[in-house]
């Protein structure tokens, strides 16, 4: 009887081995993962055209104290955020210059979810 439960033991790590070891492979030493919120951005080649829009518009910029990268959350109050044109492409998101940076923000969280270069 002792065999049996032994055996089945070894089997069970020896099926449980590479799902530990998968596992691993997202370990991140430093800095934690940034999760953006899935959904569809201003496509590359628009970013030109779309910078160029946002000059045009006269967009006022907001500053801000904290670093501007994709994950801050803005603020609740202070910032203005504006719908994206649609022949820029469907988009969920908002924009708004932070910083003197044009940024994505996802409206809910008011996360930035792209800094459009």
Sequence with gaps: MWNRILALAAL???VGAPVAAQA???V???RAPVVVESGPGIAVEQRPAFREYVVRERVPTFTVPD???VGTVLPETGVTYYDVPQRFG???YRYTVVNGETVLVEPRSRRI???VD
């Design 12 to 14: 069970a790590a020896a």
């Design 24 to 26: 691993q492979a997202d």
């Design 28 to 30: 991140t030493i430093g």
């Design 67 to 69: 670093r501007i990268v």
């Design 90 to 92: 469907p988009t969920t």
């Design 113 to 115: 979810v792209e800094v």
